[in-house]
């Protein structure tokens, strides 16, 4: 059983930048490959970002790519996503999730596994 806490969720204006942050409970974070998933209103859940369990193998959304960076630190059983250039259609609730059964990275949203409850991004015009 793995616990996923979001945070670092705000609003913020066009052009900005948030850094979410996800701890994740248990001694088996390294086992999991990581995701960050979002939904806005009225919208399907879709992927954002995925890194492989050991840091080394990352895969983006086309939407996001050039402007999102995740990471994740093993150490401290946490992933990050660094937003940068945020504009109003990056709006969401921001998910973190885990996988046990990625190969390596994966955007399905069945092969996840855990996921946390959630931290709203709002992003200003």
């Known amino acids: 059983q793995v616990q996923l806490v979001e945070s670092g969720g705000g609003l913020v204006q066009a052009g900005g930048s948030l850094r979410l942050s996800c701890a994740a409970s248990?001694?088996?974070?390294?086992?999991?490959?990581m995701g960050w998933f979002r939904q806005a209103p009225g919208k399907e859940r879709e992927f954002v970002a995925a890194?492989?369990?050991?840091?080394?193998?990352?895969m983006y959304a086309d939407a996001v790519k050039g402007r999102f960076t995740i990471s994740r630190d093993n150490a401290k059983n946490t992933v990050y996503l660094q937003m940068n250039n945020l504009n109003p259609e990056d709006t969401a609730v921001y998910y973190c999730?885990?996988?046990?059964?990625?190969?390596?990275?994966?955007?399905?949203?069945?092969?996840?596994?855990?996921w946390g409850q959630g931290t709203q991004v709002s992003v200003s015009s």
């Open positions: 999730a885990a996988s046990s059964r990625a190969i390596r990275v994966t955007r399905i949203v069945s092969l996840y596994d855990y």
């Open positions: 248990g001694r088996t974070f390294s086992s999991y490959a």
């Open positions: 890194i492989s369990k050991s840091g080394g193998m990352t």
